[in-house]
């Protein structure tokens, strides 16, 4: 109800702004600045809702109807009878999901998406137009669900699409229906439906590493100095409010794609903090980089915690290639908790770094390379 009002307000509001003589004559300057005032407020909040994170949208596709078939005789100046003559209806278009690089959230993606319909056929055989086809961009990595929660779709590489609902056939006209038996058949077929399905839409992140640590351990800062992304970085949990992807760049051109993911805390598989919902992101990472904060004076903790949690989400996800990374060992006590880290952690690789003051990062950068190849290895192998 709420929302209706607000709807019925927000349109109230648009038609009074964009309309020059009607508000004038009927408000007051004063009420006309504040409605306007208002307007611009409720736009702002839309907009600023519009480009929030969304990575899981219920939506309802449907295929636009093909048009039907024309019943229709010609009649000329020196041929009354000259025959059938209705068009075919043209086909519905479908609704199409293409994955594209350049989108990063599905916070655009309407619940209800409706292709165009085709059109009737008309007389003097004219074919009806067939609907367009209507195209939704969505975030490369983007996964495709029915009801039944059975996958239907994976949208893995740029430019891979997906039919979410096929548009119904044109109907043929009486021309189509005429032979040596029936010169003057009346029958025509009626359009097909458009195709109705609810389907699932959920965006899961692509990276091929993925870093994974509590809030303030200093993974948006690590992102800021590995690649040209910018998260969002301050001394205060929860800063990262969705998961940003950033690009190393190698020497021979070679690409490695680097996600912050925020939102881990003790007790995020039981959907505590910002929930299981970033963990789902974690799950489609090649290789883990654990983010230790070597200020505090557990990390050996911190690492099982983390590792606890992964598993809980999915067993083994921890498991996956992985390093530790040490970070803010330029704090006083790093050195202390930087030993203890490496006694508890045996033979695994520790990078020790300064995210903020970009120290040892070299060495680190060479380990992901390290990781990225072997797991290309891994993949030509297959
Ligand atoms: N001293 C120091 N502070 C750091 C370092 N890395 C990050 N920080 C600080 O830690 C805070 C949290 O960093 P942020 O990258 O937002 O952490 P996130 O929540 O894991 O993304 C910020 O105030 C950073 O400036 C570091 O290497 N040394
Ligand atoms: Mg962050």
Aim: proline share 4%; aromatic share 8%; glycine share 10%.
């Amino acid at each position: 109800m709420h929302t209706m009002l607000t709807w019925c307000r927000w349109h109230y509001l648009l038609r009074i702004a964009s309309c020059r003589v009607h508000p004038l004559r009927r408000h007051t300057v004063e009420v006309r600045t504040r409605l306007i005032t208002e307007l611009k407020a409720v736009e702002k909040s839309q907009k600023r809702k519009s480009l929030q994170f969304m990575d899981y949208r219920r939506v309802f596709s449907k295929g636009g109807n093909g048009g039907n078939g024309c019943v229709s005789f010609l009649s000329l100046f020196a041929n009354e009878f000259a025959g059938p003559d209705g068009g075919d209806g043209g086909n519905g278009g479908h609704v199409i999901f293409q994955a594209d690089t350049n989108i990063t959230s599905l916070s655009h993606v309407k619940s209800q998406l409706q292709a165009e319909h085709g059109e009737n056929g008309r007389n003097k055989n004219c074919y009806g137009k067939s609907g367009k086809h209507l195209i939704v961009k969505v975030p490369v990595g983007t996964q495709f669900k029915d009801e039944t929660f059975k996958m239907l779709a994976d949208l893995y590489h740029h430019g891979d699409m997906f039919v979410g609902a096929r548009g119904g056939g044109g109907g043929k006209g009486n021309r189509f229906f005429m032979s040596a038996h029936n010169t003057m058949p009346t029958s025509y077929e009626e359009g097909g439906r458009g195709q109705q399905r609810l389907l699932h839409v959920e965006l899961r992140v692509i990276a091929h590493v993925g870093l994974v640590g509590f809030p303030n351990a200093g993974k948006s800062s690590l992102l800021r100095v590995l690649s040209r992304a910018r998260p969002k970085v301050a001394a205060y949990p929860f800063t990262t409010l969705r998961p940003h992807i950033g690009i190393i760049e190698y020497e021979d051109h070679e690409q490695v794609a680097v996600a912050d993911i925020p939102g881990l805390i003790p007790g995020a598989h039981l959907n505590h903090g910002l929930g299981i919902d970033f963990l789902k992101h974690i799950e489609r990472c090649v290789c883990l980089l654990y983010v230790i904060d070597l200020s505090m004076s557990d990390p050996v903790q911190q690492l099982a915690a983390l590792r606890f949690e992964l598993d809980q989400y999915k067993e083994g996800l921890s498991s996956r290639p992985h390093a530790i990374v040490a970070n803010k060992i330029d704090l006083p006590n790093a050195d202390k908790n930087l030993a203890t880290l490496r006694e508890a952690a045996n033979d695994l690789a520790i990078f020790p770094i300064s995210a903020k003051h970009r120290l040892c990062i070299e060495p680190l950068l060479r380990h992901i390379w390290q990781l990225y190849c072997e797991y290309n290895d891994n993949n030509t192998k297959k």
